[in-house]
Every structure is written in C-alpha cells, then in structure tokens.
C-alpha cells in the first residue's frame, strides 16, 4: 500500500509521526509526507527541518502560506493548498491519503483527495474544539473520509452520529501517546544543554493559539495569561511555544516578542519537535494556555494544564486541567492551584500509548483500498 500522509504545522506532525513510522516500516508499504502550510514558513520555524532529520520521505512540498494574517489570508491558503495537494497526489498515486485532526490544510488536503477519487482516512474525529473553526473543518473532514480512527468513545459516538459506517469507525486511541511512551526522552540535564535554558520544579509551558470564534482580540488574551504569569510568586520559569498559522497567528507571535523584550528571562521557541516537545513537558510543573497539548498529553505525564478561554471548549478532560476564562486574576488563581497539586495519579482519557500497533492491525484488513470509497450513510435507529 502506498499512503500519503498529510502534515501542515508541528502540531498535526507530532500526532502522526508513529504512525507514519509504522507504515514506512511495514514490509512492501510505502509512506510519502506531504508538507504544507506552516512546516514551509520561516516565521513558523520551517518545521520541516524535524520530518526531515526523522528521514520520513517527503513526496511533496506545497507552499500556502501569505503575508495576509486574516481570514481571507486564511482562505486564499487553503484554495492554493487544495490545488497543490491535488497535483501532487496526482503525481505521487497512492493508494490512500491519511488527514490529521481539524486544520485548514488538511481539509484543502481531504478536498483534493475527493476529487481525485483516493480513500480518505481520518484521525481524530469526533473531538470538540467549540472556540474555533477548526471544529467545524474537523466534521467536514470526517464526512470527506471513508475509514476513521478516533481517541475516545464519546469521538466515535459523534462520528457514527455524523452518519460514518460503525465499522468504519475504529476506536484506537491518540497516537501522540504512543510516541511519549515509547520515546527514550531527554533527561533534564541534555534538555537544559539542547535548549540552552535552565529548567527547574516551576517550569511553565506557555503556548496560545487564536481561538478563531472569539471576538476578544487573540492579543488581548494573551496579555492576560502573560500577566498572569509575569506576577506568580516565587517566578516562573517561562517556555513560550509560538502560534500555529491561523488569523491574527502572527499578531500573537509579535505580541509574544514584545513580552520577551519585557522579561528577559522567558524564553520562546517556533518548533521544539516531538522529542524535545515531549521531554520539556515531562519536565514541566504545569502548562498554561489553550493548546489542546494540555488535555491530549500532559496528562500521561500527570503534568496539570490550566486552559484558558474556548477554545477547546468540548474536549474530553482529565482531573489535570484547570478552565479559565481570559482573565489575569483568575488564571494565576489557577496556576498557583495547580502547582499546590498532586496529579501523578492521573488517567489520560486518550489513550494509553498503543494507538499505532491498533491503526495497523485496522490498516492490514482492509486489502484493496478502493473499496473503501463507496459509503452509505448510516442511519440511527429510530432517526426519522
């Protein structure tokens, strides 16, 4: 089987990258990355650097991104993606394409797919992210695709809700899991030397993303979760991970350097990758933000999260996590709430780091791929 694999920003990467090694790794398979969106663009650190030091083959590298920081921005970027991707997996013909999650270039991705008449399959439908429009890009994504692996029961009763083949659905887990468990992680002292930063017990990572339904400008809410931060008693110590390439992205990646003229002791990164990513984390007393990082992985480590306004307002949640809304007062309340706690005993509601091995035993059934583009919906019973 050849699968082509779609990759947009580092977010989507680290949740795929086991599975893509699986497949490369799979006798008589062929794995092909197509790299789009944000891995190509310098302001968001050319992430593409990681796919290529984990030697995954890239069948292609298309371009979106502009210099427009808005919501048409947005969709000219996701028009030039649709059209790239479709040639390229015109060229590249595989058997298969796999869409990650809820991001513009995986529908643009999905949508070229369609056309050209090569199965989709989806990971991570069903999830909620009710404070942006990736939730809605994830259900269309999940209607474009023809096979489904979700992370939790409550994702695979929403996609079946969505009319998806029960069959079709396959509850597997996240496969971001897989990688933090079975990675041989950076003890302290190499990720001190590799991040050039010192790390101690009151390391925080900071991470805020535009949630895109919100009418509080993104910069706003990020002065109110730095704020927060700037005036926790003793300090902390302070990782930024920059935004991804949604509107107003680049706004809040200006406003963070803003804040590190400001505080000299903070530091912020582009692009960790999943090793250095995952390492800090296990590192870390707590994370602060809207990253869904806080509810998908930080668990595992028993590391507590404090989210901070919608936008991952639906989102299956583990003891770990503190909501907030976008207010500087109520968010220290919870970051000094969530260093008093203990949380190693902590259940991920994700998964538990077999993800990958599941996707494989699903991807081996289903022999000639092409059967799968025939689909009917599936009705509830008793639905009218």
């Known amino acids: ?117 090569i199965p989709i399959a989806h990971l991570y439908g069903g999830d909620l992210t009710e404070g942006a429009f990736d939730d809605a890009i994830r259900h269309a994504i999940t209607k474009l695709a023809h096979l489904h692996f979700v992370s939790n029961e409550p994702a695979r009763r929403r996609v079946v809700q969505m009319g998806e083949d029960p069959e079709r659905v396959h509850l597997v887990g996240s496969p971001a899991i897989d990688a933090m468990v079975a990675s041989e992680l950076l003890d302290r002292a190499a990720l001190e030397r590799d991040l050039a930063i010192p790390l101690d017990s009151r390391t925080a990572i900071v991470t805020f993303h535009p949630a895109t339904l919100d009418e509080q400008p993104a910069t706003e809410q990020l002065d109110e979760i730095l704020n927060a931060v700037a005036n926790v008693a003793p300090p902390l110590t302070v990782v930024i991970t920059r935004a991804n390439a949604d509107p107003q992205g680049r706004a809040v990646n200006g406003r963070i350097d803003d804040w590190l003229r400001r505080q000299p002791g903070w530091r912020a990164f582009d692009a960790l990758g999943p090793l250095r990513y995952h390492s800090l984390l296990r590192a870390a007393a707590l994370v602060i933000g809207n990253s869904s990082s806080g509810l998908y992985e930080a668990p595992s480590f028993g590391v507590p999260a404090v989210n901070v306004g919608d936008r991952q307002d639906g989102r299956l949640r583990a003891a770990s996590v503190f909501d907030v809304p976008p207010r500087h007062d109520a968010i220290r309340a919870a970051i000094e709430a969530a260093l008093e706690g203990d949380f190693t005993d902590t259940q991920n509601p994700y998964g538990d780091g077999h993800a990958t091995p599941r996707i494989m035993e699903v991807l081996r059934r289903v022999g000639d791929p092409r059967g799968l583009l025939r689909k009917r919906f599936h009705d509830l019973p008793g639905a009218p």
């Not at 947009?8 to 790299?35: C, F, H, K, N």
């Not at 502009?66 to 000219?76: K, S, V």
């Open 1 to 117: 089987m050849r699968v082509a694999i779609i990759t947009g920003s580092r977010a989507d990467y680290g949740l795929i990258q086991p599975v893509a090694e699986a497949i490369r790794a799979e006798p008589g398979w062929t794995v092909g990355m197509l790299v789009t969106a944000a891995h190509l663009a310098p302001e968001f650190g050319m992430s593409v650097a990681q796919i290529e030091s984990d030697g995954l083959p890239i069948l292609a590298r298309v371009p979106t991104l502009d210099d427009d920081d808005t919501g048409l921005g947005t969709a000219r970027a996701a028009g030039r993606g649709t059209i790239g991707c479709a040639e390229a997996l015109r060229s590249w013909e595989p058997d298969l394409v796999m869409a990650v999650g809820d991001r513009f270039e995986q529908l643009a991705a999905a949508q070229a797919a369609l056309f050209l008449g």
